[in-house]
């Protein structure tokens, strides 16, 4: 099983741009789709975008597409968020989540990152 960790996080104005990262450990990266979810206070966790094993599928949520694009390096065990044009409604905690089942589903994530802070102000 992977392990996550987050980075890329903080603050930015609206109409800016972020870069998260996610590196895993372990050799079996590959074998996993990767995705981010994120999670605003008072707000359930949501589903944001995912990738497939092996990058050659995407899937967005409808608040980021044409906004958010995600990849992955499997040599490098990194998935990347690339988030541009950032509105206040993207503030959230981003969380990096790991699968062998379907990444837009939250309640199919084997594994979860400890999440990194994005604050979007006006």
């Known amino acids: 099983q992977v392990q996550l960790v987050e980075s890329g996080g903080g603050s930015v104005q609206a109409g800016g741009s972020l870069r998260l990262s996610c590196a895993a450990s372990?050799?079996?990266?590959?074998?996993?789709?990767m995705g981010w979810f994120r999670q605003a206070p008072g707000k359930e966790r949501e589903f944001v975008a995912g990738?497939?094993?092996?990058?050659?599928?995407?899937y967005f949520a409808d608040s980021v597409k044409g906004r958010f694009t995600i990849s992955r390096d499997n040599a490098k065990n990194t998935v990347y968020l690339q988030m541009n044009s950032l509105k206040p409604e993207d503030t959230a905690v981003y969380y990096c989540?790991?699968?062998?089942?379907?990444?837009?589903?939250?309640?199919?994530?084997?594994?979860w990152g400890q999440g990194t802070q994005v604050t979007v102000s006006s």
């Open positions: 990738i497939s094993w092996s990058g050659s599928s995407t």
């Open positions: 372990g050799r079996t990266f590959s074998s996993y789709a």
């Open positions: 989540a790991a699968t062998r089942g379907l990444i837009t589903i939250s309640t199919m994530v084997t594994t």
